[in-house]
């Protein structure tokens, strides 16, 4: 059965900084990996998505990378701002078109 | 343009009721997720539409949960005699193809 982990399950940091987010999973066995944010009280927004014959994928200040056989995903956000606090989940498509999400990393960037 | 929309955007209910909750997906889009959001339990996969096929019901947790989808657009999910547990976010999906899900706000239920 496939499991999804993120750490940290929190994190706090101050305007500006760099910073990586960790996605785990136990079966390599992937269609592709999906990040994506949750702002509270609000459904979820994609941000980035990779297939599973990719290394790397970028949208402005995010990069999201996968490490299939290790079974890795990371998201770096560049020069982070308040309006990037959220909460970020990454979600594994395992090819029977169901996604298994993990259970997040909120996300708080202070001005 | 518009996207996923779910109704309605909050529910609570007594224990032993039927609720209903709607997903509006993108026009055009033919695959539909429904997905649970539980307090200190994750994202969890209910149910999958593609097209015609026969849905993949392999993550509603009980026989009180069914969803059926009309004209390949329009979702209703039916959770019959709610039970407490059943509170949490309800999630909408659709998807072009079997890639990018594009989500809806959620209802969030809450049984008394």
């Known amino acids: 059965k496939q499991e999804v982990t993120q750490i940290p399950a929190a994190l706090s940091v101050p305007e500006g900084e760099n910073l990586v987010l960790n996605c785990s999973f136990t079966d390599s066995a992937i269609y592709n990996l999906q990040w994506f944010r949750q702002d509270p009280g609000k459904g979820l927004t994609s941000l980035l998505l990779?297939?599973?014959?990719?290394r790397e994928q970028t949208s402005g200040r995010l990069n999201a990378s996968l490490d299939k056989s290790s079974g890795r995903s990371t998201l770096y956000i560049a020069a982070s701002q308040p309006g990037d606090s959220a909460t970020y989940l990454c979600?594994?498509?395992?090819?029977?078109?169901?996604?298994?999400f993990g259970t997040g990393t909120r996300l708080l960037v202070s001005p | 343009g518009a996207g996923v929309s779910q109704s309605p955007s909050n529910k609570v209910t007594e224990k032993g009721k039927d609720v209903e909750l709607r997903c509006d997906p993108i026009?055009?889009?033919?695959?539909l997720y429904w997905y649970r959001q539980s307090l200190g339990q994750g994202l969890e996969f209910l149910i999958y539409f593609q097209g015609n096929s026969a849905p993949d019901k392999s993550g509603l947790p009980s026989d009180r949960f069914s969803a059926e989808r009309t004209g390949g657009s329009v979702s209703t999910l039916t959770i019959q005699r709610t039970q407490q547990e059943d509170s949490a976010v309800y999630l909408c999906?659709?998807?072009?193809?079997?890639?990018?899900?594009?989500f809806g706000p959620g209802t969030r239920l809450t049984v008394l």
């Open positions: 990779i297939q599973s014959s990719q």
């Open positions: 979600a594994v498509n395992t090819g029977f078109q169901k996604l298994v």
């Open positions: 026009s055009g889009h033919t695959a």
């Open positions: 999906a659709s998807s072009p193809r079997s890639d990018t899900q594009y």
